[in-house]
């Protein structure tokens, strides 16, 4: 069973960094994509960023290009989302996800955690 727990959260102030991880279990996900999404409150839950597994290619939301930087450590099964020039906008849960490379669906995903993003 595919398990993903985040961390790394917290409160920052704006034009500040932080890190997530999300440390996944439960598969090699050598056929997996993973991706890190965002839920801030009243809106729907939305893309930050992706990552294939194998290979490393990546995507992200048009809203964190430049800012934001997704990685993966094959070794310590745990995925990074590195956050600079934070804005109050980037405000949200944090949740890390995983799904088959020939799937567009994530079927797995973690309990999320809070950034927030003090102006």
């Known amino acids: 069973q595919v398990q993903l727990v985040e961390s790394g959260g917290g409160l920052v102030q704006a034009g500040g960094s932080l890190r997530l991880s999300c440390a996944a279990s439960?598969?090699?996900?050598?056929?997996?994509?993973m991706g890190w999404f965002r839920q801030a409150p009243g809106k729907e839950r939305e893309f930050v960023a992706s990552i294939r597994w194998s290979g490393a290619s990546t995507s992200y939301a048009d809203s964190v290009k430049g800012r934001f930087t997704i990685s993966r450590d094959k070794d310590k099964n745990t995925m990074y989302l590195q956050m600079n020039s934070l804005k109050p906008e980037d405000t949200g849960v944090y949740h890390c996800?995983?799904?088959?490379?020939?799937?567009?669906?994530?079927?797995?995903w973690g309990q999320g955690t809070q950034v927030t993003v003090s102006s």
């Open positions: 996800a995983a799904g088959l490379w020939a799937s567009a669906a994530y079927d797995y």
């Open positions: 439960g598969s090699t996900f050598i056929t997996y994509r």
